[in-house]
């Protein structure tokens, strides 16, 4: 048997973002822990651990999303591309989300026209030119594997698609303004297992461009899809490594119990 | 019995269950139809009362007379029963309230729903409800004292210089109009004060409707928004007020039907003289401010001039039944563009 790295080395990863001693509050209760982790650059990386662990707390501190509610608080440092720390008061949440999107648990499409969803981002970052727009519109619904299935009724309601569309309308929507980063909380848990699997495969496709960072509640999910997996429990990052070392010989008594199902 | 169900043994009982949970369910569905049918019932009794009384109006004065005569004066000896110019007092104070009520209503409400902090919202909302708990006729003294004094301040420096200019220029065309409806001073009954009174009295009802709808679209809708990079303003904007748009709309729908059936601030403040006019700045009256200053007299049950009130009053129904029409469809059209 081929010996498996176990303990993740760090420095042999490019990461895209790292997080350094975050804690996080809604209000009093301190629900994220000196939480470290890194994202590796054009990889998919995800967050596992049992519900109300903090995954989705973690998720939304990177396009700082929690800045929209006046009982959070949070410090710490997310540092992208080496370079700047996002989390800090000095830089613009709306610059952040222009670069960060995000995908949610339920599908989200707004009232508006299937392009329109997709054009929303673009539109709000400022972009007037049609052609410009009509351009990236498709290129996203290309991307996101929907645009066969719904490019003779653009014009149409978003909400008329399918659930497992909408969710692809949702990618979609992410994709068109090119970010680099993409944030996916749970973005199968409300879809049956064809849509789920349809979406998996989109989510290995793209991380050719992007990297991703998702939360589930799958350990199945992470296992087939993730290249590097994180184990958070109760507001701490427990473990975080390449993701088949990280199931198959856990270094924490806590994580090798998750893994092996034996709670959560 | 043809259920088959019923006729195996074992399910006895649940068939038992289910005839029994039958007549509850049909119970509650007929009180239910009750209920919806006693307002359809009320709606059906007073078009029939309308019409009725309306019948033997239409037997004295001819319908086309009724609907094309530009004057109403049906008090009077000589008595002319042209509907236009109440339609066009009830049209024009309406049209000045909602041009102040919707866009303001409108603002509040995304105001408050989007913008305003917890703290900020506990004190506008209650007193915007308190705004809307103001009798009428306060309004009304409120237009007529208040409101029009002050328009007519205002006023007086664009009514001189209207007026200078009209002097200088050649009779005829432009000049009678001007001469006609920009009027050197403000007069002391006008559609504008009733009007833009009328839209105050509104907007609180408008914003409180549209607010709560707007509250209740889901967070997820607009958490979608922000995580695009977008503003608090194009998030509100662009996807909260669309994604309401069913609940605002009924809010104007239901600003609209108070606009036109609003009384006593019209009969108060814009004069109660029938002018067939769509100036703000004149006198007039509306339908609704009619029927009172009828009902308030002493006329003889029966009378031609006590039917007039139930033609005015038919007019009234159809009037609003045609705005909400209007306004039901513009919002549907509204809605189904995306
Ligand atoms: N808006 C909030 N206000 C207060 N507590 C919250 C809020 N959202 C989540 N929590 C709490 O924070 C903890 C972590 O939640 P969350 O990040 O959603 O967990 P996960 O996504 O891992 O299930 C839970 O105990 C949850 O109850
Ligand atoms: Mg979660």
Redesign the pocket.
């Known amino acids: 048997m081929v010996e498996e790295v176990s303990q993740l080395n760090v420095t042999a990863v490019k990461p895209k973002a790292e997080v350094i001693d975050l804690d996080f509050y ?2 009093s ?1 301190h ?2 822990k000196r939480v470290n982790l890194v994202v590796p650059d054009r990889q998919i990386t995800a ?1 596992i ?12 501190c990177f396009n700082r999303l929690h800045d929209l ?1 006046p ?2 608080h949070y410090n710490g440092e997310i540092v992208f591309d080496s370079a700047v720390n996002i989390l800090s008061p000095k830089v613009d949440p709306i610059e952040v989300r222009m670069r960060i999107g995000m995908v949610f648990q339920r599908p989200n499409p707004f009232p508006k026209s299937i392009y329109e969803n997709v054009a929303y981002g673009l539109r709000v970052q400022g972009e007037r030119k049609t052609s410009v727009i009509d351009d990236k519109v498709e290129r996203a619904l290309k991307s996101a594997a929907l645009w066969d299935e719904v490019k003779d009724r653009l014009k149409s309601p978003a909400y008329a698609l399918s659930g497992g569309q909408q969710q692809r309308l949702c990618i979609a929507r992410a994709l068109a303004t090119e970010p680099e980063l993409i944030l996916f ?2 973005p199968t848990s409300a879809l049956d297992p064809i849509a789920t699997s349809n979406i998996e495969e989109l989510m290995a496709e793209l991380k050719q461009q992007v990297t991703i960072l998702i ?1 589930t ?1 799958s350990m199945q999910q992470a296992a087939r899809l993730a290249d590097y997996t994180a184990f ?1 429990y109760l ?1 701490e990052m427990v473990e975080f490594n390449r993701t088949l070392a990280l199931f198959n010989s856990p270094l924490n008594k806590q994580t090798e119990d998750y893994v092996k199902g034996r709670f959560g | 019995m043809s259920d088959p169900m019923s006729q195996a043994p074992n399910f006895e009982v649940f068939s038992r269950k289910r005839a029994s949970r039958s007549v509850t369910e049909r119970v509650i569905e007929l009180v239910l139809l009750l209920a919806a049918l006693s307002s359809v019932g009320t709606t059906i009794a007073i078009m029939v009362l309308l019409i009725s009384e309306s019948v033997g109006f239409f037997k004295e004065v001819p319908i086309l007379e009724f609907l094309t005569s530009k004057s109403w004066s049906p008090l009077f000896d000589n008595p002319e029963y042209g509907i236009l110019p109440l339609v066009s007092g009830t049209l024009t104070t309406t049209l000045v309230a909602l041009s102040v009520a919707i866009p303001m209503g409108t603002i509040a409400a995304i105001y408050l729903s989007e913008f305003a902090p917890q703290k900020v919202r506990e004190v506008i909302k209650p007193v915007l409800e308190l705004l809307a708990g103001i009798p009428t006729v306060v309004y009304g003294y409120f237009a007529l004292l208040f409101v029009t004094p002050l328009l007519q301040q205002l006023y007086a420096p664009l009514g001189t210089l209207v007026n200078g200019f009209t002097e200088k220029l050649p009779a005829g065309g432009l000049s009678d109009w001007l001469y006609n409806d920009v009027p050197l001073d403000l007069g002391g009954f006008n559609m504008l004060s009733a009007g833009l009174v009328m839209g105050i009295m509104i907007t609180p009802l408008i914003s409180s409707i549209s607010e709560d709808a707007m509250r209740s679209v889901p967070t997820e809708l607009r958490e979608g928004s922000y995580a695009t990079g977008a503003t608090r303003f194009q998030t509100a904007w662009k996807v909260v007020f669309p994604a309401a748009m069913s609940g605002i709309s009924s809010s104007y729908i239901l600003g609209i039907s108070r606009a036109v059936g609003e009384t006593m601030i019209v009969a108060v403040a814009a004069g109660l003289q029938p002018i067939f006019t769509f100036n703000p700045l004149n006198s007039a009256a509306t339908i609704t401010a009619f029927i009172v200053q009828v009902s308030l007299g002493d006329i003889p049950h029966g009378s031609l001039e006590y039917q007039t009130i139930f033609a005015a009053g038919l007019v009234l129904v159809l009037v609003t039944l045609v705005l909400n029409i209007i306004g039901y469809f513009l919002s549907k059209r509204f809605r189904e563009e995306y």
């Open positions: 809604y209000g209760t629900v994220l967050l651990g049992p519900s109300g662990c903090g995954k989705t707390t973690l998720l939304r509610y009982d959070n909380d749970e939360v509640h958070m507001g």
